[in-house]
Structures are given as structure tokens and as C-alpha cells.
């Protein structure tokens, strides 16, 4: 016989829980126009370390962006600050997934680099808080995980537009026990939610000229909130005549990542927060590991910058935190300063990380004492910046890279 005192319960609960999503729709309605960093008097950039190696490769990274900003800091055109209190140790002593005073601070930036936090799950010797990235992007409304992936020598130019704030992340900690046999979560999907991020993509394919789009769902099984994003891109297709779209199913789209034949053709991906999670793995994978892609969280109001991994905790419990491969978080940097209008710097950025990471690998990250410390590669990539040949050299080595996989 059902247990009509736990429905009632969750009932409750699923009434909450959609009161506070109609409250967020109504605050997305209210949403303005993005900010215009090029108009302020001045930026300011929180650095945030996380924890476990977090704080580790988050200084090595800006250590890159402030001697890439280094003018503009100096004119007080760029203030970078330091924000405290994101470790995991102070969360759970304050049982938020962000403390208060620490979330206080990031409102008072415009930009954030952020390092990796731990995310505690079930099991865990910490108590099951939400994840603190997850916080941070529905607390800021960073709506768009944007997350590129580039292999030149395979023709691999991949730009993923994940949504950030909905889908099943955005009640991933308020799901129901009904009862100690059931168990049931929530995705969500809205229409001023959906709409931004496929508007996103559509965007990015047009403004970037490559003027095609693959919507990735699962819209055949998760009919509803899959269904209205599908929906959704149709109509707001209309508005871009010029940029082709097509539509993916999640599993083919895993496998066609790894089909030579046919992944060089796919350009901009936009799909759902959970696809966007593992998709995005394994396209980083594809290029070097996860350790060599950042992340974009863009919003109207704010934008964070991050490592697209986790904070790697026996690391630094074995001693070997300074050897952490900073290479995603500099690459957050490069992303950072390309959504500055600094596009000349992230560039020549890329290209360093490409040379030191892929072709040069002078100074080689082993995770241990026998690579080289996060900050000695660091100042790899600072050096190779400063490389008057920077351009001639990256080409020389694309080009033989693509010759070499043509052989
Ligand atoms: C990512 C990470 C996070 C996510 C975790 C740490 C909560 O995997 O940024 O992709 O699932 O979004
Ligand atoms: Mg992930």
C-alpha cells in the first residue's frame, strides 16, 4: 500500500521546489543587458585558490595573467584581488557550499579564476554539501559553460556551449527519499534558461563565421525538459538563417567524438548541463587530458574561469602539490583575457601553451619530484610569450604536426 505520509512529504517538497524555480524565471525575465567591461573605469578580478592543488596551480596562473595585465594593473585600469574561503574545511564548518563573506566578496568582482574545489558525494568523510562550483554558477547566473577544444594537427576545432544552471544540476541536492525505497531526482528546463544558451551558440557560430550548430539531447527518452530544449533551438534557429543546425543524440554524439572520419566536421556544440559534463571530458581527453582544457562561465553580470578538473586532494596529502600541472588553469587565463577583448594576448597564450604542452615540452610535468613545479612552468609559457618568432614558431610545428598525422 503506498505510503500516503510520504507522498504527502515529498509533495511538499516538490512544491518548494518549484515556488523557488518560478522565482528564478522571473528574475531571469529581469535579466539586462550584459555588462560592457570595455566601458569601466575598472575591472576587478577575484582569484579564488579552492582547495587541494587548487590554490597551487591557481597561483602559477596568476602569476601568467598578471604579467600578461601587468600595464593595466599598474594603471589601476585592472585591480586583482584575492578571495579567501572557498577550501573545503570552511564550508563544511559553516555547512554552505559557499560561505556568506566569501560569496559577498565575488559579487564585488567582475571576473573570477577560480581553482578547483572538492565536491563531496555520498560516503565521503565530509558531509554531502553541494558542490561549490555548482553554487557559484547558479548563485552568479553564469549561464554558459563554454568550453573550446583544439587538436590542429586532427582538424579538431570544437567550441561546446554547456548550460551552466539547469538540467539536472539545478536541483541536484534537492531530490527526494520518499521513502527508504525511493529516490527521485529532478531536471529542469526553462524557457528563458534554454533559450539564452542555444542563443549563445548560435551567436558564437555566426560571429565566428563557421555558421553551424549541433544541438545535442536525449530528447527520444527525456521527452520533456530534452524535448523543450530541441523545441527551443528550432525557434530561435529562425532567427539565424545563415547557420546550419542539426540535432544529436547524446550516446551517438559520444561515439562520433571518437570517429576520425566524421569528428573534424561538428564546430559548436550546445547541450544540456549533464551531456555538457561528460561530453566536455571526453572531448579534453581527445586533446591531451583533462588537465589541458579550461572553462568559461559566462553571465550577464559576472564571469568565472576555471580548470575543467578536480582538485586532485592526494596530491597534496603525498607532498606533491607544487608539481601540479597548472596548464587548464592558464588556459582559464587565456579565456579570461579573450573575454576581456584582449585578443591578441589570449592568442599569443595559446599558442605558448600549445608549444610548451604539445610540441617544445621543455620543462615536462610528471605530477612528481623528477617534472618540473607548476611555477617553473609557469615561466615556460611567460618565456615562450616573449618569443619574437611566438607565430612563426607555433605554425611551424602545426604544420608538421598535421603533415606528420597525414603520413
Ligand atoms: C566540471 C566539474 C563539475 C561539474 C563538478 C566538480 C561539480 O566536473 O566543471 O565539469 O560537474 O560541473
Ligand atoms: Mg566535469
Not at 596530491?315 to 596548464?327: C, I, K
Amino acid at each position: 500500500m503506498a505510503d500516503e505520509t510520504a507522498i504527502k512529504r515529498a509533495q511538499e517538497h516538490f512544491g518548494k521546489l518549484l515556488r523557488k524555480q518560478m522565482e528564478r524565471v522571473e528574475r531571469m525575465k529581469e535579466t539586462k543587458d550584459p555588462v560592457d567591461l570595455s566601458k569601466l573605469k575598472k575591472i576587478i578580478i577575484g582569484v579564488c585558490g579552492g582547495d587541494g592543488i587548487g590554490p597551487y596551480i591557481c597561483d602559477s596562473a596568476r602569476m601568467v595573467m598578471e604579467h600578461l595585465l601587468a600595464d593595466r594593473i599598474k594603471s589601476g585600469n585592472i585591480e586583482v584581488r584575492t578571495i579567501d574561503g572557498l577550501t573545503i574545511e570552511r564550508r563544511v564548518e559553516v555547512m554552505k557550499a559557499i560561505p556568506d563573506d566569501t560569496l559577498k566578496e565575488l559579487r564585488k568582482c567582475h571576473l573570477i579564476l577560480k581553482g578547483p574545489t572538492t565536491t563531496p558525494k555520498k560516503g565521503d568523510p565530509w558531509p554531502n554539501i553541494e558542490s561549490a562550483n555548482v553554487a557559484m554558477r547558479k548563485e552568479l547566473d553564469l549561464f554558459a559553460n563554454v568550453r573550446p577544444v583544439k587538436v590542429p594537427e586532427l582538424g579538431i576545432d570544437w567550441m561546446f556551449f554547456r548550460e551552466n544552471t539547469e538540467g539536472s544540476y539545478a536541483l541536484g541536492s534537492d531530490g527526494i527519499d520518499v521513502n527508504d525505497d525511493l529516490a527521485i531526482d529532478f531536471c529542469v528546463a526553462t524557457a528563458q534558461g534554454t533559450e539564452r544558451i542555444i542563443r549563445a551558440g548560435f551567436e558564437h557560430a555566426k560571429k565566428s563565421g563557421v555558421n553551424y550548430v549541433s544541438l545535442v539531447t536525449k530528447a527520444n527518452v527525456v521527452k520533456t525538459t530534452d524535448g523543450k530544449f530541441l523545441n527551443t533551438a528550432a525557434e530561435v534557429a529562425k532567427d539565424y538563417p545563415g547557420v546550419k543546425w542539426d540535432d544529436w543524440f547524446i550516446d551517438i554524439m559520444t561515439a562520433k567524438l571518437i570517429d576520425p572520419y566524421r569528428r573534424s566536421d561538428f564546430k559548436v556544440m550546445v547541450l544540456p548541463n549533464l551531456y555538457g559534463d561528460i561530453l566536455t571530458d571526453e572531448a579534453a581527453q581527445i586533446q591531451g587530458g583533462v588537465g589541458t582544457a579550461g572553462s568559461a562561465n559566462i553571465g550577464t553580470k559576472y564571469s568565472m574561469f576555471e580548470a575543467i578538473h578536480g582538485s586532485a586532494p592526494r596530491m597534496v596529502t603525498e607532498g606533491r602539490a607544487q608539481y601540479a600541472d597548472p596548464s587548464s588553469m592558464i588556459k582559464a587565463v587565456a579565456l579570461m583575457l579573450g573575454h576581456m577583448g584582449e585578443t591578441e594576448k589570449a592568442g599569443q597564450l595559446e599558442m605558448a601553451l600549445d608549444i610548451c604542452c604539445q610540441f617544445e615540452k621543455k620543462k615536462v610535468m610528471t605530477g612528481r619530484s623528477n617534472g618540473a613545479t607548476g611555477d617553473e612552468f609557469a615561466q615556460y609559457v611567460m618565456d615562450t610569450i616573449a618569443r619574437k618568432d611566438l607565430q612563426k614558431v607555433w605554425n611551424k610545428y602545426v604544420s608538421d604536426a598535421v603533415a606528420a598525422v597525414k603520413k
